[in-house]
């Protein structure tokens, strides 16, 4: 048993990791370079690398290259460069123009820093395959998208997170080759659906969770294949075409009411202790087509992959988030993908990389490189200087040789984390970036979301933090939220587009946020109210509505098997195995 030396809960090492740990250890002129075991628990360490993420936190600035003006994911008072799509990817700048000697006098992440401070980054990360979608970030081969974070081949979906083959979506988080839905989560192949979590191969309905191949069903829990049933009772259709006319989704006030209620009703029923499907030997939550998998949340298509989030087509890692498309042999990793092998250390490695140790930005067939920044099409890079690959392997061991001796400052430090780990020499090698060395806030990035913290939690733990505030939108009026109400129907009069001149303060946070016209058709279309809290907040009360990306040990209501599930003890639903649970529904 190990104590994490951050925040000194107890975690486990096993043989299996000690394997992994071995097997990803680098061989470099001959001589291993053994990995050790972490001194931080899983979620410390997720939390750092997450802290080097930042999906949805878009600014106005000039570019450092031309002075054009840009969107970007790093506000304007960064000190260091930021480059547009086409001027990062031209050949009009050289990676190589800001190489550096290795300096065996200071430490590898202090030169890391200088060299990260001078190289240029990338503004947003949005293929050349999109269109009409400036203002989204992390996503390929979009159409007319706005406010879209991390998603691919979709088309008119405002306001949504890790979409893929998507039409016509509003405010959803997680769904896949679905249409016209609004507000879900966790939804698979389905159409015209509004507040419905955990869904797949429905269509015309509201309010659902946990259902499977329905139609025009509203309030229900737990159906399959079923049609017209509302709280989980049948109908004929033309009763139940009768008994929706008493509900007034156009009112956002009797919205949310019945969303508090549908939330209510569901916590009833028995929940299933995880969602899997199509798994062998696997733990954690939302995983489909995975084996021999532990403690991994939200990814498909894995095998022998460990303490992962946002994970897809990805085999033998450790460590990683946002890795997809054929990742394989990655450790410690944060954003990585398409055909990219043996990753360790490093941030947003991809396509097609490889051999890469504490990279950044790295990409387009560049393998063999340690400590570098912003590289295409290279090999044998020492902090982004060139060597031969005999040189390469002579100086890399020397370097990690160095990092060996070299410790870390606290609370990341590898002082006291455990009997283990005391007399051993505890230093740089085998830990992740200093969380120091992120290129954003704390309370810019995704570890934001998953593990938030105040600005002075954040600074004492050795995170970044950002005071930066956008300047105010240009609107002719501001409108309270509260000042909507009776007026929603005015607004969503066709010829009367006056809201798109003014913008909503929202009513929780009070930022104001304005109203795009095509949102606005989709609300007219599906007779929906105008949304009164901003955009960053209606995506965070999505993300309250999931279970913590954490797993606890607990037994089945049913049958009192243990159980590995997202549903910590203290929470008020009955929670069953999973053959206890398909007996209720089938």
């Known amino acids: 048993m190990e104590i994490c030396n951050k925040c000194k809960s107890t975690f486990n090492v096993t043989d299996k990791d000690k394997v992994f740990y071995d097997k990803i250890s680098p061989i470099l002129n001959g001589k291993k370079f053994q990995i050790p075991a972490p001194t931080l628990c899983p979620d410390c360490r997720k939390q ?42 031209s050949d009009n700048w050289d990676p190589f123009d800001y190489g550096q000697d290795f300096d065996f006098n200071k430490p590898l992440f202090t030169q890391f820093q200088t060299l990260r401070n001078k190289v240029p980054r990338l503004a947003l990360y949005i293929d050349n395959l999109c269109e009409n979608s400036k203002y989204c970030n992390q996503i390929s081969q979009c159409k007319n998208c706005y406010l879209a974070i991390s998603g691919s081949n979709s088309e ?83 009763e139940f075409q009768e008994k929706i006319k008493q509900f007034d989704f156009s009112s956002y006030s009797k919205q949310q009411e019945y969303l508090d209620e549908f939330i209510k009703y569901t916590k009833k029923f028995p929940h299933k202790f995880a969602q899997l499907k199509k798994t062998e030997n696997v733990t954690g939550d939302n995983i489909e087509s995975a084996k021999n998998c532990f403690n991994v949340f939200d990814g498909t298509n894995l095998e022998d992959v460990s303490y992962a989030q946002f994970a897809d087509s990805t085999k033998d890692s450790m460590d990683v988030n946002y890795c997809c498309d054929y990742t394989t042999l990655h450790y410690e990793v944060c954003t990585s993908g398409i055909n990219a092998y043996n990753i360790i250390f490093s941030i947003d490695t991809w396509p097609n990389v490889s051999n890469l140790l504490y990279c950044d930005s790295c990409s387009n067939s560049t393998d063999n490189c340690f400590a570098c ?7 044998y890079c020492i902090l982004n200087k060139q060597y031969s690959k005999q040189e390469y392997e002579e100086l890399v061991p020397k370097i990690i040789e160095h990092m060996q001796l070299t410790p870390l400052s606290p609370p990341y430090s590898r002082g006291e984390a455990s009997e283990a780990s005391r007399g051993v020499n505890l230093s740089e090698w085998g830990e992740f970036f200093d969380p120091s060395l992120s290129p954003f806030g704390y309370n810019e990035t995704v570890a934001q979301e998953y593990f938030p913290l105040t600005k002075k939690q954040a600074l004492e733990q050795g995170f ?22 009776g007026k929603d129907q005015k607004f969503l009069i066709p010829e009367n587009n006056n809201i798109l001149n003014y913008a909503i303060e929202c009513e929780i946070t009070h930022k104001p946020f304005r109203i795009i016209k095509q949102e606005l058709d989709f609300y007219r279309k599906h007779n929906l109210p105008l949304p009164k809290r901003h955009p960053d907040q209606r995506h965070k009360d999505r993300l309250s509505l999931r279970n913590p990306r954490k797993l606890w040990n607990r037994t089945c209501n049913k049958c009192n098997i243990p159980i590995q599930t997202s549903y910590s003890p203290d929470r008020p639903e009955t929670v069953y195995c999973e053959k206890c649970y398909l007996e209720t529904v089938y």
């Open 48 to 89: 750092r690398r997450l802290s080097f993420r930042s999906d949805s936190m878009l600014y106005e600035r000039k570019s450092s290259f031309s002075q054009k003006s840009m969107l970007s994911q790093y506000k304007p008072n960064t000190n260091f460069p930021v480059y547009n799509y086409d001027e990062w990817w």
């Open 156 to 238: 008119d979906c405002y306001y949504t997170y890790r979409l893929v083959d998507c039409r016509n979506c509003i405010d959803c988080l997680m769904i896949t080759n679905s249409e016209l839905c609004y507000q879900c989560i966790e939804t698979f192949s389905s159409y015209d659906c509004h507040f419905c979590k955990q869904i797949s191969n429905c269509s015309n309905c509201s309010f659902l969770s946990d259902c499977q191949s329905c139609d025009h069903c509203l309030f229900s829990f737990g159906l399959r294949g079923k049609s017209y049933y509302i709280f989980n009772k049948e109908y004929t259709k033309n």
């Open 373 to 379: 920044i912003g590289l295409r099409h290279k090999q």
């Open 464 to 485: 970044n933090w950002s005071d930066y505030e956008a300047p105010f939108p240009k609107v002719e009026k501001i409108i309270k939220a509260e000042d909507i109400d």
